[in-house]
């Protein structure tokens, strides 16, 4: 999943830099490797591929800061649709 | 160099180009900025690199062509522009040469086939030098400046080192043209269009800030810049840390916080829930975009809708969730006129940043040119150009709606509630305070300074009447039909009646009631009553018996004064019944001299009934020094004198007709009175105008109309002037008014519960689609606008309008909840006894301190001059058997009168004649429902409560015609209709069809008059079709403009 979601980030949001090398646990958002539009871009993309809905009160920093706090954002969408 | 090929506009630039060409002499869209530079410029060397950077960059060369209203663009290969070098150094003060030179030349108009920018070097000082560099929005966007910026910076620095390149190319914007191409047609069924399509259909109308409503606005603007100090910047910077506050981003949290602010501010200066800004969203998608000069940006709509009680916290919650689904969903050309044109207020959060010019020191000056989109109100900047860690606020305020006082003011307006959000963000938007201590001053006190003492002091209704019998005994005081009587009659007859009911134990201030048909006898109980020290109660004959015998009941009344044939059919209940006619000779017995005790300043006069929401009417107490005070207003402002006839016409139970019956008797003049029923006639209005020589006389606005459309006004020779009260009149109406006559119309507004009437406007000629005022209070009276926490709304806003002073009523008669609930603690008042009459009634203060009246609060309703609380409908509807629940509502027929219509719910009811008697029994008859409408069931808002606003529109009017196919008359009518089938989706266009309704914008409006410019050489205004939006109506209007040109041409 990791991958997955790196590879999207390199191919379309930062696409055309090179050498990006981007890591799971890599801070996108302080950085401002990602910009607000880019992580909306990005949410849309989890949404699509992983079947997850994400409401507006989580479009916080703290579920996107890094490849592997979304991994496990998705994990807990997942767990919490399969309940509800 | 690349291409020279033309190419269509980005939809970005679409949407400009049309906002271009409606204004086309407006420099609305000039992007002009001053780069100050506190450093030596070598301007041989920035010349050289500016000339590199036009010709390596697409968007400078680029110019836009349109011959037949199809603009296209076209990127010119060289580049035919010179950078101008000006040397102000020299100047006695080169900082305001400049200020002057660039005022100037920032306002130029561009010819867009020409060149879309313009650049200058000024120099100021040895070492100090502005770069101007002003570009036309179609090239330009905030972010393309940072990136030119940052180029120009690079290529200078080359230059001064003799190091130009050769070969300069930035990143060509014919790459996004591609991109938003290869994009339409997978955003065609995308959930983004559909999410925005979806919006358009739904967006709230603009709110009126500060009331205003923009009329005439060119788009001429002031730009008040506000820096927010580093203190408060950080904690803003500190707030986007919060765990609630916080986003993908600081910037991100920061624009939800402004967003937030912003919205309060609409909220708490329009009155408007429903709300609604524009905002741009970069659309730079991918880095090489991020790198790219030229028009990304495109405009979307954000909403929220603010409930009662909000706090920061619930309606920043409300942002941050509309502004995800924005930043989701604001997609490149997704933008449109639906959604781009809806809003007037624009926030522009800057997050770009100049820095410094190739590591020389700068300050960025962004240059307004004067203008804005007419249609915006309000432009808000937030920016940190200078990376000076504080914010800068930059509001453009249109002068149209913002006056240099409101322009003074708003941005402090904008800055508490910025400041409360900061301090405590938990508190309610509607507990902080908005108005700066001076502003509360003007509106409480300044606004309301009208004190005025009347002699002799200490007066009831009777005493300038008693004194007035003295000097002019034997003229006539009053006439009904061939009926007179001279002031020394009159006196005498009241205080024998006075004296005959102290003998039936009359106290001060009893209740006794009157039913009368208009008479002589009318204002003899009147004036007896008052005279024994007692107050009046005034019956409609025609009431039910119900409501007659509540009243008496209620107002706990044991003398009913009446006539004969009256109290024959109409049995009161518990009460002992005088015929004012048959019973005369009980009266004549008694000394026709005046009563030796007199009634005091705090006796009760007289109680009038008003219909209650919860059912039952309630009845306003009013004491003497309440209804002199306005008696004695009125004779300072308008001299009556002994040849002024007044016309007694308002039925008594409306308390207009209280003036009626004392004013012209003060001061020597006489009352006619009109026939029973009188009133209702304009044949015989004029009739008895004329007969009598009246010279002043009273209408409700909807009686005014129907007098003034009957023939014979040249019968109101002796008229001197007018009054009109009771409901709103519109400008139509009273410029009608001023066409037939040529005298004062006084327009007055005032609730019974303070003493007929508290302001006066003096109408005057105005537009048919402004308000006409209600004005400014009367003397001894406050009126003040204020919102739910009981503070005043600022100057322009709508507010609820409270009465103080002296002419504020006690309240209701044995309703003392109901009392304490309308009549409040003046909190403004130094008398901490002092009451106020909240009405319930909304209105506002224009620039010049004069009140509109905007409307009811509540469901309380005005049809023809009379107040109905819907309320009391409805509760007596659900009396029916037949009925579970009813909603009573005013609409407007097809003949554009206001009629009420009842909705019920229960068991169907054939037709509507059970009802009509069931309510005839029990409310007055204008209170009777034209319609009753059987719904099965209401529909119903969150709260359960009935959502009227969606009750059905139609089925008890007269069916909605569908508008049917009219051909084109004319030759003219067939040209233009072919026109418009070319333009608009539609297969044929008749007569009446819209050109709005068959989806005609401005830019099929562009088109629409280019093609007429082709047809007929004729130059027309692009919004003429806007004004006149129908077939016939634009077709004539064109014929007008033809007409006009062939009337100048022959005439010179």
């Known amino acids: ?69 979304m991994a496990e954002y998705i994990a807990a969408r997942r767990t919490a649709n399969v309940i509800s | 160099m690349r291409n020279t090929q033309e190419r269509k506009l980005s939809r970005s630039q679409t949407l400009l180009w049309t906002g271009q060409m409606l204004h086309p002499d407006s420099p609305v869209y000039n992007m ?45 290969s060289l580049p035919d522009f010179d950078l101008q070098f000006i040397d102000l150094s020299d100047r006695p003060d080169p900082e305001a040469a400049y200020k002057m030179w660039s005022a100037d030349r920032s306002t130029r108009v561009f010819d867009l086939s020409e060149t879309l920018f ?52 930035t990143l060509p914007f014919a790459d996004y043209l591609d991109f938003e191409n290869r994009r339409k047609e997978e955003l065609t069924d995308s959930p983004a269009a559909a999410y925005w399509q979806q919006k358009a259909e739904n967006l709230p109308p603009p709110p009126r800030l500060y009331g205003e409503k923009g009329q005439g606005s060119t788009g001429r603007a002031e730009r008040i810049t506000l820096p927010l100090g580093t203190a408060r910047s950080e904690a803003l910077r500190a707030l986007t840390k919060e765990k609630d506050l916080r986003a993908f981003t600081p910037d991100m949290s920061l624009f939800n916080i402004f967003t937030t602010v912003l919205f309060a501010f609409v909220q708490r200066v329009s009155g408007q829930n429903e709300l609604l800004i524009g905002a741009p969203s970069h659309n730079r998608p991918t880095p090489a975009f991020k790198q790219t000069p030229g028009v ?68 960025v000056d962004w240059l307004l040119p004067d203008y804005i989109d007419p249609a915006h109100h309000l432009r808000l900047h937030i920016q940190d150009f200078d990376d000076t860690g504080e914010f800068c606020l930059q509001f453009d305020l249109n002068t149209a709606v913002f006056d240099e006082q409101k322009r003074q003011n708003a941005p402090a307006h904008f800055l508490r509630l910025l400041d409360a959000f900061i301090e405590n963000r938990e508190q309610p938007i509607a507990a902080c305070e908005l108005l700066s201590d001076a502003e509360k001053r003007h509106l409480i006190y300044d606004l309301n300074n009208t004190k005025k003492d009347y002699t002799p002091a200490g007066q009831n209704l009777l005493t300038l009447f008693e004194m007035q019998v003295k000097k002019t005994p034997d003229a006539p005081a009053l006439r009904f039909a061939e009926e007179v009587w001279t002031y020394r009659e009159f006196n005498e007859k009241a205080n024998r009646l006075a004296r005959f009911l102290q003998t039936q134990g009359v106290d001060r201030e009893q209740v006794i009631a009157i039913c009368a048909e208009r008479s002589l006898a009318m204002p003899l109980a009147i004036y007896g009553i008052l005279k024994a020290g007692a107050a009046y109660l005034p019956i409609d004959p025609q009431h039910p018996v119900e409501r007659v015998n509540f009243m008496l009941q209620d107002a706990n009344v044991r003398l009913f004064l ?44 007289y109680v009038i009934y008003t219909s209650g929401s919860t059912g039952k009417p309630k009845g306003v107490a009013v004491e003497h020094r309440s209804i002199v005070n306005r008696l004695d207003w009125i004779k300072d402002l308008v001299q009556l004198d002994a040849t002024d006839v007044y016309l007694q016409k308002t039925p008594y139970t409306f308390d207009v007709s209280v003036p009626e019956f004392f004013w012209a008797l003060q001061i020597g003049g006489s009352i006619v009175m009109a026939q029973p029923g009188g009133h209702k006639s304009p044949p015989y209005l004029l009739d008895t105008i004329e007969k009598y020589g009246v010279t002043s006389i009273h209408f409700v606005p909807s009686m005014l109309r129907v007098f003034l459309e009957e023939k014979g006004l040249e019968k109101c020779a002796s008229l001197r002037r007018v009054f009109i009260s009771g409901e709103a009149i519109s400008a139509s109406l009273q410029n009608r008014f001023f066409n037939k006559f040529d005298l004062p119309l006084h327009n007055l507004y005032g609730p019974t519960e303070a003493a007929v009437e508290v302001t006066r406007w003096q109408c005057r000629p105005i537009p048919e689609d402004a308000l006409v005022p209600i004005g400014v209070p009367v003397a001894n009276t406050q009126i003040y606008l204020l919102d739910d926490e009981l503070r005043p709304v600022p100057q322009g806003s709508p507010g609820e309008l409270y009465i103080a002073g002296v002419q504020v009523a006690c309240g209701y008669l044995n309703r003392p909840e109901l009392t304490a609930e309308r009549f409040v603690a003046d909190p403004f008042s130094p008398d901490p006894g002092a009451k106020m009459y909240r009405s319930g009634d909304l209105a506002r203060y224009r620039p010049d301190g004069v009140i509109e009246y905007l409307g009811r609060v509540d469901f309380q309703v005005k049809l023809r001059g009379f107040r109905i609380e819907l309320g009391e409908i409805e509760t007596r509807l659900e009396e029916h058997v037949a009925v579970t629940q009813a909603v009573a509502v005013v609409r407007e027929n097809d003949k554009k009168e206001q009629e009420l219509v009842a909705f019920y719910t229960g068991e169907k009811v054939p037709n509507d004649i059970p009802f009509i008697h069931h309510l005839a029994a029990r409310l007055p008859e204008y209170m009777i429902p034209k319609h009753f409408v059987h719904l099965p069931e209401f529909p119903l808002g969150s709260s359960g409560k ?99 040109i062939l009337a100048e041409e022959s005439g010179e």
């Open chain 1, 1 to 69: 999943m990791q991958q997955q979601i790196i590879t999207y980030i390199e191919t379309e949001l930062l696409a055309g830099q090179e050498n990006l090398n981007l890591t799971a646990d890599e801070d996108l958002l302080t950085t401002g490797l990602i910009d607000s539009l880019g992580t909306m871009k990005l949410i849309a993309f989890l949404e699509e591929t992983y079947d997850i809905t994400v409401p507006a009160e989580d479009m916080t920093i703290e579920y996107f800061m890094t490849v592997n706090d």
């Open chain 2, 32 to 76: 002009a900025i001053g780069y100050e530079i506190a450093a030596v410029i070598d301007p041989a060397a920035f010349k050289a690199a500016f000339r590199t950077m036009v010709a390596g960059c697409d968007v400078l060369r680029t110019v836009v062509i349109s011959d037949d209203a199809t603009p296209r663009q076209k990127v010119l």
């Open chain 2, 118 to 169: 313009d650049s200058a070097l000024i120099k100021l000082a040895p070492a100090k030098f502005v770069w101007y560099f002003n570009q036309h929005h179609l090239v330009t966007d905030g972010w393309s400046l940072t990136v030119l910026h940052a180029e120009m910076s690079k290529l200078y620095n080359l230059a001064r080192n003799g190091q130009l390149p050769q070969e300069y190319e």
């Open chain 2, 296 to 363: 990304f940006i495109e405009i979307f709509p954000l909403t929220a809708t603010a409930a009662k009680g909000d706090t920061f916290t619930d309606l920043f919650r409300k942002v941050r969730s509309e502004a995800g689904q924005y930043l989701r969903y604001a997609q490149p050309g997704l933008s449109s006129p639906a959604l781009s044109g809806s809003f007037n207020v624009f926030l522009n959060y800057i997050s770009g940043k100049f820095g410094d010019f190739t590591g020389l020191p700068q300050r």
């Open chain 2, 562 to 605: 009446s006539q004969k044939h009256l109290t024959e059919s109409l049995k009161p209940e518990g009460v002992q019944v005088i015929n004012l006619d048959s019973d005369a000779d009980r009266f004549t017995a008694f000394s026709g001299e005046n009563l030796e005790q007199k009634p005091q300043p705090q006796d009760l006069a």
């Open chain 2, 946 to 1044: 009935v959502r009227r606003k969606d009750l059905p529109q139609s089925n008890f009017v007269t069916e909605k015609t569908t508008t049917t196919y009219a051909a084109p008359d004319t030759q003219l009518e067939e040209i233009i209709a072919e026109m418009w089938c070319e333009l608009l989706p539609a297969e044929r266009v008749g007569k009446h069809d819209n050109f709005l309704d068959l989806g005609g914008h401005s830019l099929t409006a562009i088109r629409l008059v280019s093609r007429i410019a082709d047809a007929f050489e004729l130059n027309l205004p692009i919004d003429l079709v806007f004004k006149n939006p129908t077939l016939a109506t634009y077709a004539a209007a064109v014929e007008g403009v033809m007409l006009e």
